[in-house]
């Protein structure tokens, strides 16, 4: 696919999933049970070897080849900040900053997100902030329980506190994250539509040079943390052209 010619998602479901509501209700009322893999639990730790135990913590969940990672950690250098991939693919490729440039308040993990959010929960971790950046959509109408919401860790992010941030391409994904979050939280999730200025990821670029509507849902969820979701510095010249 070339650049800026990327697609919308494309599914036969318009609106949000008519299975959602009780699959939500399920995976409130049964516990998620899937036993922790070992590999993740090293990860977990090493995510946190570097982290002086008192600096707020932002996960930046499914960081991809971890643009994002970066810029947020230069926007808040006293944050430690954890950028979680499971490709060591895209994590290797996070140019174009040698490592002499990388933040040092950033750790780059190999992890599986399933485990790795129940882990901050065990260890009675919170995030002052917790990005979702451009999620998989997985549009298709039979994949609702790949999507982040229709799989049994979701009621495990609200727990973890934060502002938490999901932006997306896919009006539906963002309509069923509100709807979800709506639903634990219990009080109305807004979202709106997103004007990338400063493109935070590859993807995002992408979407935005293609000229497609992005989505994005902001929510404090008791982080503590006053400052606006978007302090965010401007990316250096070229940044995230690949
Ligand atoms: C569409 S990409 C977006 C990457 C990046 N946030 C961006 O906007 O450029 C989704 C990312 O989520 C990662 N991902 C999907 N499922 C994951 C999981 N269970 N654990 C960790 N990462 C996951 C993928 O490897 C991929 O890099």
Redesign the pocket.
């Known amino acids: 696919m070339s650049y800026a010619n990327s697609r919308i998602p494309t599914s036969a479901q318009a609106c949000i999933h008519d299975g959602l509501a009780a699959r939500l209700e399920r995976h409130l009322s049964a516990p998620f049970r899937k036993p922790v893999a070992e590999c993740n639990r090293i990860a977990f730790e090493q995510s946190l070897g570097g982290w002086n135990g008192v600096a707020p913590l932002i996960l930046d969940a ?4 971890g ?2 990672t970066i810029q947020l950690a230069r926007a808040y250098p006293d944050h430690w900040v954890i950028g ?4 060591a693919d ?1 994590l290797a490729r996070r140019k174009p900053y040698p490592e002499s440039l990388i933040p040092a308040n950033l750790v780059f993990v190999r ?4 485990d790795y959010w129940r882990l901050l929960e065990s260890a009675g971790l919170r995030l002052a902030r917790h990005y979702l ?4 959509p997985w549009p298709k109408i039979g994949h609702l329980g790949r999507r982040w919401h229709g799989h049994p860790v979701f009621p495990t992010l609200p727990r973890l506190g934060g502002v938490f941030e999901c932006r997306t391409n896919w009006r539906v994904y963002v309509e069923e994250l509100a709807f979800s979050l709506s639903r634990l939280l219990g009080q109305p999730v807004p979202w709106e539509v997103y004007l990338a200025d400063s493109p935070l ?4 670029r992408k979407y935005r040079d293609s000229g497609q509507t992005l989505y994005r849902l902001a929510i404090p969820i008791d982080s503590g943390d006053t400052r606006p979701p978007h302090h965010l510095p401007d990316p250096p010249h070229d940044f995230l052209h690949r």
């Open positions: 499914g960081c991809g080849v643009h994002s979680i991939d499971q490709s895209r992890a599986d997100l399933v950046l451009y999620p998989n990821t590859p993807f995002e």
